[in-house]
């Protein structure tokens, strides 16, 4: 089975920061890999598809990049609205299983 | 627009039973592959299990296989989980979810406690 390890678990940054989130699969998975944002009682929402794509209606200020197995997440700069978990997944189409790293905490200094 | 609505959870023995709904509206259901993903308190999400749009295809994680049964019914619009043999560590919001490529849309959960 495959392994995401996303880090950190959790991280204090200010207003205006540029805030950056690594996961990292145990094999490669190509660029099967999507970043969620989940704010406390909601459920989550997807923000970056396919490693790098920006779903729609999502602020320009998140991004993502990488394949294989090291993938970053940014947000150029924090907003306090993007306070949340946030959670790297890869998919496999068969079977299609997901399997989510174990978040990161984004929390205002 | 879409909705996911999940139903059906609550406080249960262990090794009971219980079954979860989700109703969906918005979209053209019996297109889509679902899914239920799980979250135990204050920790991250786990998926549980998948079908098929036509129902062909079923996976289940290893944690729940052989316990849960999940279906579908497309002229109802409606995705199911049956959860038998409940244990402490199911305790779980319990999220449906529509997969197209991506899973893009998620209900609001439903909380299942399994406690004596």
């Known amino acids: 089975d495959i392994q995401m390890t996303q880090s950190p678990s959790s991280l204090s940054a200010s207003v205006g920061d540029r805030v950056t989130i690594t996961c990292q699969a145990s094999q490669d998975i190509s660029n099967y890999l999507n970043w969620y944002q989940q704010k406390p009682g909601k459920a989550p929402k997807l923000l970056i598809y396919?490693?790098?794509n920006l779903e729609t209606g999502v602020p320009s200020r998140f991004s993502g990049s990488g394949s294989g197995t090291d993938f970053t997440f940014t947000i150029s700069s924090l907003q306090p609205e993007d306070i949340a978990t946030y959670y790297c997944?890869?998919?496999?189409?068969?079977?299609?299983?997901?399997?989510f790293g174990g978040g990161t905490k984004v929390e205002i200094k | 627009e879409v909705q996911l609505v999940e139903s059906g959870g609550g406080l249960v023995k262990p090794g009971g039973s219980l079954r979860l709904s989700c109703a969906a509206s918005?979209?053209?259901?019996?297109?889509?592959?679902m899914n239920w993903v799980r979250q135990a308190p204050g920790k991250g999400l786990e998926w549980v299990s998948s079908?098929?749009?036509?129902?062909?295809?079923?996976y289940y994680a290893d944690s729940v296989k052989g316990r849960f049964t999940i279906s579908r019914d497309n002229a109802k619009n409606s995705l199911y989980l049956q959860m038998n043999s409940l244990r402490a560590e199911d305790t779980a919001v319990y999220y449906c979810a529509r997969r197209g490529v991506h899973v893009d849309y998620w209900g609001q959960g439903t909380l299942v406690t399994v406690s004596s």
């Open positions: 079908i098929s749009s036509s129902s062909s295809y079923i």
């Open positions: 997944q890869q998919y496999d189409n068969l079977p299609p299983a997901l399997t």
């Open positions: 396919d490693a790098s």
């Open positions: 918005g979209f053209t259901f019996s297109s889509y592959s």
